[in-house]
């Protein structure tokens, strides 16, 4: 037996590293290890036990064909082991045979460089399976799966170049096959190589596309989420708009009067002043307040604003907010509107006898640091990425714009509920 031990030590290596491998390759249906370890046990059993039968009459070519046999073993009976489809388990099988036929012919064909070859075909083996399982658990592995996912498009050249090997393998006697074509099985081996890296790669070029194009369609998604935003935003800012314009021709007329007043307190006619300011008390429009100096963010303010006196809210604003802005100044007057409309909804909701209240603090210092508070009720919450939980379906559009906002302005964005007390703060 002692003759036969390199031979055995062979079988030995190639068996259990050609299961490891398809361990690698295919994705188990079992977490239990020990039905994995017992299948590999009673296959190598059995190829041993063959194998050693031929070593005894130095037939190599039926060690060969054992071996194939064994592997068309391995690819029925342990099919139900594994959770891949039948076709995404031939490719790994035609895949692991590729691999095997490959090995077989480069440890045979390097062996010479080692001082024993019989123990250098063995040593060269373990080697070249070694790497190929490395290769995959580190690198290929997951790209792999892909590969599974699309087998229709790969199995082709996959089975081509089983049928070269095969092609070369069968019909003689081994050895002088080996040693006879170690040319064009180099080049094969080579070609093989390259024919997987090219599967690969393509696949890892082509997810690679998917997913900047995916990324794409998001931005773009998000740009006209804005845009459409933007447009009803801008709508409402028209009327919002008129009402200054309003607001501004009722100052030049008062002016005019001032002007009037001034003349008729100076030549002493003081009923027929009081009773001009009578009239234009009853018939002039009040000035709505200014509360910042961008037009468009005062406009929004305003209009909330104006909404929650009518509601009973109790407000407190306090904005700094230049008439030039970094940002779209309709863009943040869009995300102003929406974070005040969810503050008066919020305020709305209150059950009876808590105070409603939205306090707006917004300070210029390089960046504009913006804060909205308001009383909420204990059905107020955060999701787990720390963006509002809509009430129901169909809500938080308005914070979905704003998230769009923040992230394409580079902004921090943040929520907290505390005390009773609903706040928002975004750095822009």
């Known amino acids: 037996m002692s003759a036969h031990l390199p031979d055995l030590l062979r079988a030995l290596v190639t068996d259990l590293m050609l299961m490891l491998l398809l361990w690698t390759m295919a994705m188990p249906k079992y977490r239990d290890p020990r039905i994995y370890i017992a299948a590999t046990a009673l296959i190598l059993f059995a ?8 070593y005894l009459a130095g037939d190599y070519t039926a060690v060969f064909y054992v071996d194939l046999a064994m592997l068309l073993v391995i690819g029925i009976a342990l099919k139900p082991l ?27 064909y390097f062996r010479e460089a080692f001082p024993d070859p019989a123990y250098g075909n063995t ?26 996912d699309y087998w229709h498009i790969y199995i082709l050249p996959a089975s081509a170049l ?14 002088q096959m080996l040693t006879d074509r170690d040319s064009p099985l180099l080049f094969l081996s080579l070609l093989g190589l390259s024919v997987y890296i090219a599967i690969v790669h393509s696949l ?4 690679g596309q998917y997913h900047l194009r995916e990324q794409k369609l998001a931005v773009e998604a998000e740009r006209e989420f804005l845009q459409l935003a933007t447009t009803g935003m801008a709508a409402r800012l028209q009327l919002m708009e008129a009402a200054s314009l309003q607001n501004s021709r009722a100052a030049h007329d008062r002016r005019h009067l ?11 006619q003081t009923a027929e002043a009081a009773a001009l300011l009578q009239r234009d008390d009853r018939a002039g429009p009040g000035l709505a307040p200014a509360y910042c100096e961008n037009a468009a963010v005062n406009a929004a303010v305003g209009h909330y604003a104006g909404l929650a006196e009518q509601a009973g809210i109790r407000t407190r604003i306090e904005l700094d907010i230049p008439a030039e802005l970094k940002v779209d100044a309709l863009e943040l007057a869009m ?13 709305k909701r209150l059950p009876a006898g808590r105070p409603p209240v939205i306090r707006f603090i917004c300070r210029h210092a390089g960046r504009l640091l913006l804060e909205i508070e308001n009383s909420c009720g204990s059905d107020a919450a955060l999701d787990a990425a720390g963006q509002p939980l809509a ?19 580079d902004a921090e964005l943040l929520y907290r509920i505390e005390n009773g007390l609903f706040r928002v703060r975004l750095l822009v």
């Open 47 to 54: 190829n041993l036990g063959a194998n050693y039968y031929f």
């Open 82 to 108: 594994f959770i891949d489809s039948i076709m995404q388990w031939c490719f790994s099988y035609i895949t692991m045979i590729n691999i095997y036929a490959a090995v077989v012919f480069l440890s045979y």
């Open 123 to 148: 040593f060269l083996r373990l080697i070249f399976f070694a790497a190929a399982i490395l290769a995959f658990r580190r690198w290929v592995s997951p790209l792999y799966r892909q590969v599974l």
């Open 162 to 175: 089983l049928l070269c090997f095969l092609g070369h393998f069968l019909g003689g006697d081994i050895r």
């Open 204 to 207: 890892k070029t082509i997810t």
């Open 258 to 268: 001032n002007r009037i007043l001034s003349g008729l307190l100076e030549r002493g």
């Open 335 to 347: 995300v102003v509107a929406n974070l005040l409309e969810n503050a008066l909804h919020a305020c």
């Open 391 to 409: 009430r129901d379906a169909g809500h938080g559009i308005g914070s979905k714009s704003v998230a769009a906002f923040a992230k394409k302005h």
